[in-house]
Every structure is written in structure tokens, then in C-alpha cells.
């Protein structure tokens, strides 16, 4: 056993970080097609949110299985708001896609 990289069985996550995890998830286009041909499920998470933190915190959360979960880096925007220069933050996002037969309802609607 590995102290630096434990396998997955043996990996302990605190509850208290997992449940700040997740920030929002992301309703787009982009997502809505991934949901429909991908059975994904798209988050913005924590900056330093690691896979398998990402992973534990949906499991724990809408108790789903997760399949597999990428993760993106969005850089900000330079936005010009008249003559002063803005940017936009930058947003980390997470495409979690779900074990065959699961789903995940983020509409708020009954299933």
C-alpha cells in the first residue's frame, strides 16, 4: 500500500469537504447534449477539486454510480464594461458521467 496514492477501496475522503465540492451545476447547451448523448452530468467545482474528490462528492450526494469524470480549466473573459477593462473568473468544470441505467434530476422535478 501506497501512502501517497492509496488505491480507491482504501481512499478516505472527509465528508465536510466533499459537501463543498460541488458549487453549481451548469445548465447549457453544451451540458444539455452531453446529458442526452453521454448520460453526463456537468458541475463547477472547487479549484483544487481532485477527480476522485469529485467523483466521492456526487456518489455521496444524489447517490448515483459514477462512471468516469473529466475535468476542465475555463479561463475568464476580458470583458470591456464602457472604458474600464473587466474579466470574468475563472471556472472549473466537471463532466461526471453516470453508470448505465443511473440518472441524476438536477430540474427539481418529481422523477
Given at each position: 500500500m501506497s501512502r501517497?496514492?492509496?488505491n480507491p477501496k482504501e481512499r478516505?475522503?472527509?465528508?465536510?469537504?466533499?459537501?463543498?465540492?460541488?458549487?453549481?451545476?451548469?445548465v447549457s447547451?453544451?451540458?444539455t447534449m452531453a446529458s442526452e448523448?453521454?448520460?453526463?452530468?456537468?458541475?463547477?467545482v472547487l479549484k483544487d477539486a481532485t477527480k476522485?474528490?469529485?467523483?466521492?462528492?456526487?456518489?455521496l450526494l444524489f447517490s448515483v454510480q459514477v462512471k468516469a469524470v473529466s475535468?476542465?480549466?475555463i479561463k475568464g473573459k476580458s470583458k470591456r464594461f464602457g472604458r474600464t477593462m473587466g474579466r470574468r473568473n475563472?471556472?472549473?468544470?466537471a463532466y461526471v458521467?453516470?453508470?448505465?441505467g443511473q440518472q441524476l434530476n438536477l430540474s427539481g422535478e418529481a422523477a
Open positions: 501517497i496514492n492509496p478516505q475522503f472527509d465528508d465536510g469537504r466533499l459537501m463543498q465540492i460541488l458549487l453549481a451545476p451548469i447547451e453544451k451540458a448523448k453521454g448520460n453526463a452530468v456537468v458541475f463547477q476522485p474528490e469529485i467523483k466521492a462528492a456526487v456518489e475535468v476542465a480549466n475563472n471556472v472549473r468544470k458521467v453516470l453508470q448505465e
